[in-house]
């Protein structure tokens, strides 16, 4: 009797051990950090000629943005630019396990990307958000130095370079009989 419940208990630890054992085990993002960050995106929503109210599309629930590295939704507010409404979200920071880093003369550059899903009005839309690091020599010891900065963004393939004014990185989406066009 004994011999069988050592035997149970021993199957019931393997079982145990292999249900919590992952074979893929869950990426963890650890977003890139800098004493400066750059990543709000403004968005206007065209139809046709007419722009949408960013309001209405958040009151209606038909516009949302989807951080795909931090698989989280993203909050979306209403912004002011040049005294006009628009939508702004804060798009993730690319991972800095796959930020590609380099030692200059004049400190630590470096490149990386992060993507994101916006849904409008029931479409999908996958961007990419490319972005560009910097920082002077030992920033690290520093309280500021460093600058991680959105420069440009991908959309089927083409490389889109954003209208960028006062700081602003604002993208156009424009409802076409297709879907979205980006601008």
């Known amino acids: 009797m004994r011999q069988i419940k050592s035997g149970f208990i021993i199957v ?3 079982a145990l ?4 054992s992952n074979d893929e085990e869950k990426r963890r993002y650890l977003p890139m950090l800098a004493s400066n960050i750059e990543n709000e995106v403004l968005v206007e ?6 722009a949408l109210s960013p309001t209405t599309l958040l009151r209606d ?3 949302s943005v989807f951080g795909i590295e931090s698989e989280k939704s993203l909050p979306v507010k209403v912004s002011v630019l040049e005294g006009k409404e628009v939508l702004s979200f804060r798009a993730d920071l690319p991972d ?3 930020m590609d880093l380099w030692d200059t003369d004049e400190g630590r550059r ?9 849904t409008v009005q029931g479409a999908h839309i996958h961007l990419r958000f490319y972005y560009a690091f910097s920082a002077l020599p030992r920033a690290e010891l520093m309280r500021g130095g460093s600058t991680i900065a959105l420069q440009t963004l991908e959309y089927q393939g083409k490389t889109i370079n954003p209208y960028k004014r006062y700081g602003c990185f604002k993208i156009v989406l ?3 009989p297709q879907g979205f066009t980006v601008e």
């Open 45 to 50: 929503v065209i139809n046709g000629t007419r």
């Open 61 to 63: 629930s038909v516009f």
């Open 96 to 98: 800095r396990t796959l």
């Open 110 to 118: 470096g490149e990386g990307f992060a993507d994101s899903e916006i």
């Open 17 to 20: 051990l292999v249900a919590c």
């Open 174 to 176: 424009r409802r076409t």
């Open 12 to 14: 019931a630890l393997l």
